[in-house]
């Protein structure tokens, strides 16, 4: 069973349109989430975080997070076509141990068309 | 010098090879770790050094060898390795290893195994 599963995509929208990056886990004690950015042939960089239920603003970026479904989300209004890349979903722990570990869903590729 | 830094960023190698991948963070961090990237495959975690000691060894074949002589450095030796091997290796840091989603990446070292 995978821990950390997204839609690999690729998952189209035209510019200005939000593009919404959906992410499962499974070990119902996860307690933080991540979002991390991978531009083609660079390194992922981290864009979001949250820890609580609910909704976390940053700009154009909104992270979702609803625990008693195990689903964290990320939206990005008004897309840009800069905003195409890959976007991995991120939770510490997993495989049994949790101590510097960070378990990376395959990630989602996105492509913003003008 | 900021941030993150790997070389060599590109890497070709024969199976009967013996070659090292340098990793330097100008962050202050104490953690440092090394992730493995294939195609079509989530990132994996590697090796976890916390404060220069190993603290994760996630099942990696011993013909990576992983060598932290202070906070700053962390060094990936590689001897008879597999062409399966080949991949984006990952150095990252953060400011401590315990259940962390906050890793700070280098741009990596793209190795080929012939």
């Known amino acids: 069973q ?7 995509g ?8 939000i593009a919404s990056l959906n992410c499962t886990y499974s070990d119902r004690g996860s307690q933080s989430f991540f979002w991390y950015r991978q531009y083609s042939g660079k390194s992922p960089e981290l864009i ?3 820890y609580s239920n609910g909704d976390k603003e940053d700009g154009r970026f909104t992270a979702q997070l609803n625990k008693a ?11 840009q076509p800069s905003d ?7 939770v510490p722990g997993g495989g049994g141990t ?17 | 010098e900021t941030g993150v830094t ?13 070659k090292s991948l340098k990793c330097e963070q100008h962050l202050g961090h104490n953690a440092m770790y090394w992730y493995k990237q294939s195609a079509k495959k989530p990132l994996e975690l590697m090796f976890v050094y916390s404060l220069e000691e190993r603290v994760e060894n996630n099942s990696v074949p011993s013909r990576f060898s992983p060598e932290c002589p202070n906070s700053s450095h962390l060094f990936l030796h590689l001897h008879t390795l597999q062409p399966e091997d080949s991949a984006l ?6 400011q401590r290893a315990a259940l962390t989603g906050e890793l700070f990446f280098g741009e990596g070292s793209r190795l080929t195994v012939l």
């Open chain 1, 10 to 17: 690729p998952l189209s929208v035209p510019e200005g349109a």
């Open chain 1, 2 to 8: 995978k821990e950390v599963e997204q839609n690999s």
């Open chain 1, 48 to 50: 979001m975080s949250i």
């Open chain 2, 89 to 94: 290796y990952l150095c990252a840091s953060s």
């Open chain 2, 6 to 18: 790997q070389t060599p960023r590109h890497l070709v190698m024969g199976m009967t090879n013996k």
């Open chain 1, 98 to 114: 949790s101590y510097g570990k960070l378990t990376f869903g395959q990630g989602t590729i996105l492509t913003v068309h003008p």
């Open chain 1, 84 to 90: 195409s890349a890959t976007y991995l979903c991120a």
């Open chain 1, 69 to 79: 479904s195990q689903y964290v989300s990320l939206l990005i209004r008004d897309s």
